[in-house]
Every structure is written in structure tokens, then in C-alpha cells.
């Protein structure tokens, strides 16, 4: 099956639960990441076990909507993560170039912590709805009062519908339940903007010359991560930390290219298997 595909251009890499949990990074995610001097030249040694050391492109794609780009850059590089800017796309970002496509001036329900990313997109006289994770706006006024500009015809615009995501507690509900009950109320179908939908994988490629059958995504989300990326003609490797609980590759079809016990163990595949 997999001998018509062609070589490996580009390596998607989800954040929270496959890199990192909030303030912890995955045991030896920093390490498989790490640049090497032997990314500048194309003989590289595929048992360094470092994903820098090869010749492929790197994108960070995350639904994390409770921080801005910068604040989650900067958490990233407290954990000794060697990550640039511009490797980084959001579910934020995809978002914002939603609403500027539209030209539409949204009710946000997102984290105060993300509201950088939105800067200068106009939110007064709200006429679109914008869900994100948000647990201090998910009370009822508030629920209530987007319930009502979408009765008027605003439309839904969800950053994603993750079910849930794990925390240093245990998991933790996501906006996908919010979103849910706000279509369930109004009768309509709300526009997902995030991670499982195959624009959102199609637009992190973008300038990377790299076709979906030349990507792998890795993460621990087997319904957004996995599913999503193989959906959109990409492999997916799922792995165990994070959110991931037993059985989770039995969620989708077709199942995972790989599963994995952690980020390290999907670098190895990648270097030895897909190179």
C-alpha cells in the first residue's frame, strides 16, 4: 500500500499531548526534535534519531485556541523546544483569516489569553459567533446572547469541536460540547475551522512545495490529528501520551498508518522507515 507513495517531504507535529502537557514536556521530545549540522547537508545519519537532521520540513499544527501564537512560542521555548515562529500554525490563525475572508465583525468566546491573535478585527455590533476554548465565557448570559445572533442569522464559526483535552489534573472537557449545544439550539451547522478538517492540514502546507501523500502528521488525537491528516490524503501516527486512551486507534477508518508510545518512538519510524 504504501509503495506508491512518494518520499517524505513534510512532518506535521501536534503540540499539547504530543510534545508537551501544559507546563511538561514528553520525556525526550526535546532531544528527538533537535537541530543537527547535519540538516544543511543532504548525508545525514538516520540513527542520530532527530527529526532536524533530516531533510524535511517541519510544521507545529495545533487547535490550542487558550493562548495567542506568542505566549504558546514562548511556553515552548521555556521547555527547551527549538521552534520558530513561522513553524507554528493555529487553529487561531485559521480562524482569523476566516473572519477576514467573510468580513464579518464576530462575538468572540475565546480565552482572553488568545485575543492578541485577533487584533484588529473589529468586534462591535457582533454579526458572526466565534467559539474557541473559553471556560470563563461559557456561563449562560453569554451562551445565551450567542444563541440569539445566530437565531438572526450570524454565522457559527468553530475553531474546533475537540470532544476534550488533557491536562496536568486529567482530561478536561473542550469547546466541542459548547459548539454542539449551540447548533443543537439553533438548528444549524456551525463552520469548523480547526483540526479534523482537511483545509486546515491543506493551508499548514502551503509554501511548503509538499503534497498531502508527502506529509505525516504525529499526534495524540486520533479523531483530529490522525483521522484529520489521513483524511486529507496524508499519513497519521497517533501516539500514546496526552489525551490518547487504550483503544482510540479503533476510532476511525481507515486506522492509523502507526501508533506510537510517544513523540521519540514516531521519530524513529519517520528516520528509519520513511526516508
Same mark, same amino acid.
Given at each position: ?73 514562548? !511556553?515552548?521555548?521555556? *521547555?527547551?523546544? =527549538?521552534? &520558530? ?7 487561531? $490563525?485559521?480562524?482569523? %483569516? ?6 464579518? !465583525?464576530?462575538?468572540? *468566546?475565546?480565552? =482572553?489569553? &488568545? ?7 473589529? $468586534?462591535?455590533?457582533? %454579526? ?148
Amino acid at each position: 500500500r504504501m509503495a506508491a507513495r512518494r518520499a517524505l517531504k513534510a512532518v506535521l507535529v501536534d503540540l499539547n499531548g504530543t510534545l508537551h502537557v501544559e507546563d511538561s514536556a514528553v520525556p525526550g521530545a526535546q532531544e528527538a526534535l533537535k537541530r543537527q549540522a547535519t540538516f544543511l547537508f543532504p548525508f545525514f545519519s538516520i540513527s542520530s534519531g532527530r527529526l532536524r537532521s533530516a531533510p524535511v520540513t517541519i510544521r507545529f499544527v495545533t487547535n490550542t485556541t487558550k493562548e495567542c501564537k506568542r505566549d504558546l512560542l514562548d !511556553r515552548l521555548t521555556k *521547555l527547551g523546544f =527549538d521552534i &520558530a515562529e513561522n513553524e507554528i500554525f493555529t487553529s487561531l $490563525t485559521a480562524a482569523r %483569516n476566516l473572519l477576514e475572508q467573510k468580513q464579518v !465583525r464576530p462575538l468572540l *468566546l475565546v480565552d =482572553d489569553k &488568545a485575543l492578541p491573535d485577533f487584533t484588529g478585527i473589529a $468586534t462591535e455590533d457582533p %454579526n458572526a459567533v466565534v467559539v474557541g476554548l473559553a471556560p470563563e465565557h461559557f456561563q449562560y448570559e453569554m451562551m445565551n446572547r450567542a444563541f440569539r445572533l445566530i437565531l438572526d442569522g450570524a454565522p457559527l464559526i468553530a475553531i474546533h469541536k475537540a470532544r476534550y483535552f488533557k491536562k496536568k489534573g486529567g482530561l478536561a472537557l473542550g469547546p466541542g460540547p459548547f459548539v454542539s449545544g449551540l447548533e443543537y439550539a439553533t438548528d444549524t451547522k456551525a463552520m469548523v475551522v480547526g483540526k479534523p478538517e482537511k483545509t486546515f492540514f491543506l493551508e499548514a502546507l502551503r509554501g511548503t512545495d509538499c503534497a498531502p501523500e508527502e506529509a505525516v502528521m504525529i499526534g495524540d488525537d486520533c479523531r483530529d490529528d490522525v483521522g484529520g491528516a489521513q483524511n486529507a490524503g496524508m499519513r497519521g501516527i497517533l501516539v500514546k501520551t496526552g489525551k490518547y486512551r487504550p483503544a482510540d486507534e479503533d476510532k476511525i477508518n481507515p486506522a492509523p498508518y502507526l501508533t506510537c508510545e510517544n513523540f521519540p518512538e514516531a521519530v524513529e519510524h519517520i528516520l528509519e522507515h520513511l526516508l
